[in-house]
């Protein structure tokens, strides 16, 4: 996942930053787009972002979706790896494109959906 530069929302500009700009607390760094406040977390190791930029009501879905497929995976009895490699084979993506934090509002949806139909 490449450094985003650019927000993919607004067009503003996107510096590297600390999250205790955001959540008044250090949870590391963010990328953050100075105009309209989308961002996404980084890896502290490499610096590379978590996912692509997202606003407030992305991050809430990818954050509901990431609630409903862990404790879908977890109630299957599946490690992390074998419930991620269920969803790359329902979704049809390649497990390395298989992370919620690339997804948008209707792949979140469509995992909610396979996790339900599934349980
Ligand atoms: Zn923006």
Known sequence: MKKPTICRY???????TNSSRIYGKDYGNIYLCTNCNAF?????KSEKPLGTLANSILRAKRKETHNVFDS?????????????????QKMG???????IG???MED??????????AA
């Not at 109630?75 to 790359?88: F, H, Q």
Request: proline residues 4%; hydrophobic residues 35%; positive net charge.
């Open 102 to 104: 690339y997804f948008e």
């Open 40 to 44: 996404v977390g980084v890896d502290k």
């Open 108 to 117: 979140c949806q469509k995992v909610i959906d396979l996790c339900n139909e």
């Open 93 to 99: 993506l390649p497990p390395k494109s298989t992370h």
């Open 10 to 16: 607004c067009g503003g500009k996107v510096i590297l």
């Open 72 to 88: 879908f995976w977890k109630a299957k009895n599946m490690t992390r790896t074998e419930g991620y490699k269920w969803l790359s």
